[in-house]
T-cell receptor, first 111, second 111 residues
Framework: EAGVAQSPRYKIIEKRQSVAFWCNPI?????LYWYQQILGQGPKLLIQ????????DSQLPKDRFSAERLKGVDSTLKIQPAKLEDSAVYLC?????????FGPGTRLTVT | QKEVEQDPGPLSVPEGAIVSLNCTYS??????FMWYRQYSRKGPELLMY????GNKEDGRFTAQVDKSSKYISLFIRDSQPSDSATYLC???????????FGSGTRLLVRP
């Protein structure tokens, strides 16, 4: 069974630029999550999708972050404009019931 | 006060030692307790999952939950260099499966 795929793996941008991350969950998993993991901290949930509907986006900075999951499969997370404090690893996870399976993450550096 | 507190380490032990990793929490509504292992530049992977007070054993790993003290532990017996990683505790308050992570403890097992 293929795992959660994410791309790109690394991204360096300047502040005020925009960036997008892509996630392909495990086949058949209805629930998809985006987490932000700042260096030295645990992952923090940004947004949770159930199929293509948003279940929880209470910690998503909606003035600059957006996410979509068209057709209930792949998902993209966008930051526009980026700030220095957005430097982090962005993890995508998917689940069919309770266990969440994580992708390798995208490491974003904002300079 | 953070909902979940975890000593960041690093914790350095010789090969074969028994390792004890701990988390405390403040929210008595947490129902499910998990331990994740995260290798460098990888996503977290689930090690142990429990929802009740007491002990749960899986090979060299034992998870312990004390809801009355709001304290959870992970014990690793006969530690190996391959166990060197960051260990994250995570908790779920209800059936939403929204994970609240600790900050992680970095473990180094010396050959």
């Amino acid at each position: 069974e293929a795992g959660v795929a994410q791309s790109p793996r690394y991204k360096i941008i300047e502040k005020r630029q925009s960036v997008a991350f892509w996630c392909n969950p495990i086949s058949g998993h209805a629930t998809l999550y985006w987490y932000q993991q700042i260096l030295g901290q645990g992952p923090k949930l940004l947004i949770q999708f159930q199929n293509n509907g948003v279940v929880d986006d209470s910690q998503l900075p909606k003035d600059r972050f957006s996410a979509e999951r068209l057709k209930g499969v792949d998902s993209t997370l966008k930051i526009q404009p980026a700030k220095l404090e957005d430097s982090a690893v962005y993890l995508c996870a998917s689940s069919s019931y309770d266990e969440q399976y994580f992708g390798p993450g995208t490491r974003l550096t904002v300079t | 006060q953070k909902e979940v507190e975890q000593d960041p380490g690093p914790l350095s032990v010789p090969e074969g030692a028994i390792v004890s990793l701990n988390c405390t929490y403040s929210n008595s509504a947490f129902q499910y307790f998990m331990w994740y292992r995260q290798y460098s530049r990888k996503g977290p992977e689930l090690l142990m999952y429990t929802y009740s007070s007491g002990n749960k054993e899986d090979g060299r790993f034992t998870a312990q939950v004390d809801k009355s003290s709001k304290y959870i532990s992970l014990f690793i017996r006969d530690s190996q260099p391959s166990d060197s990683a960051t260990y994250l505790c995570a908790m779920v308050p209800d059936s939403s499966y929204k994970l609240i992570f600790g900050s992680g403890t970095r473990l180094l097992v010396r050959p």
